[in-house]
């Protein structure tokens, strides 16, 4: 026993060694640095305390990255659900092609955030303005993203579309574990589909959307990919998320000590909201018991 739990031990400590130089060490440097004064490029720096966290609080450019983030992570996670929820109800239904048409909607998943958002990107500047001169639309006949007001909702259709693929194969995992008889059962009793499902389905999937909940969130938060690819954070600075705001201000922009402080300030908003999440849904998860 004992040799077969060095040799586990053996196989755990390269990666351990591996999460921590390329993970944990990083992380705790970027923590060190957000106290100092340091640009990122010179040799030296100074301790400056909490000053990075307190003008962090002060400054408009940050709290528009966070009024952008939040109006786009909210949106994104009410549709992403909603929507991969219909599309699973849809898959788990007994209709012809099933595992064609399962392996289709998991194919935004395969492929790559950039590729997709480069993709859209000239799928918004040169076919939908085709496409919305000839239906006469004046709103798709010009290219969305260009468009400092309805900019967002280019990067949301992009980032739910390919979100939506995951969180469907998460829901149609937790369909598979409702038993078939309770259906059956409702049926006898003369239930409906809709309250079939608001009495059983969406009851039993309670621990499924809890996951969804959080996981769909925590992607809108942490939105990066399809804004680098969509719109860069333009027009001007209309789509400039937290986690954009301080790549470009810590690694271009000489203000890496200052964008630690702020990634710091971020990730316990993170963490403090998916906890917030978890508690609340899944009291409602005992509620349904």
Do not use: C
């Not at 009024?67 to 909210?74: N, P, R």
């Amino acid at each position: 026993m004992t040799k077969r739990r060095a040799a586990f031990y053996w196989m755990t400590l390269p990666a351990l060694l591996l999460f921590f130089a390329f993970h944990t060490y990083p992380a705790l440097q970027g923590i060190f640095y957000a106290f100092t004064n340091w640009d990122g490029f010179s040799g030296g720096y100074e301790f400056i305390g909490l000053k990075n966290f307190v003008n962090v609080f002060k400054d408009s450019n940050v709290l528009d990255a966070y009024i952008f983030t939040f109006k786009y992570a909210i949106t994104a996670t009410i549709l992403i659900n909603v929507l991969s929820l219909l599309i699973a109800l849809g898959l788990n239904a007994k209709i012809k092609a099933k595992n064609f048409f399962r392996a289709f909607y998991f194919l935004p998943n395969v492929l790559g955030v950039l590729i997709i958002g480069y993709i859209f990107n000239y799928l918004f500047s040169n076919v939908f303005p085709v496409w919305g001169e000839q239906l006469g639309s004046d709103l798709l006949s010009t290219n969305l993203l260009g468009n400092p007001d309805w900019a967002w909702i280019g990067i949301g259709f992009v980032g739910v579309w390919q979100a939506i693929a995951y969180n469907t194969i998460l829901y149609l995992a937790g369909l598979q574990t409702i038993p078939t008889d309770l259906y059956e059962a409702s049926s006898l009793d003369g239930a409906s589909k809709w309250q079939e499902f608001w009495k059983i389905t969406f009851p039993m999937l309670a621990s499924f959307f809890t996951i969804n909940m959080v996981l769909a969130m925590k992607g809108g938060l942490m939105v990066f990919d399809q804004i680098v690819a969509l719109t860069g954070g333009g027009p001007g600075t209309a789509t400039r998320s937290i986690a954009l705001l301080i790549y470009q201000g810590g690694f271009t922009g000489g203000e890496f000590a200052y964008q630690s402080a702020n990634a710091v300030i971020y990730f316990i908003v993170i963490v403090a909201i998916s906890l917030f999440q978890i508690k609340v849904l899944q009291r409602r998860e005992l509620d349904q018991l």
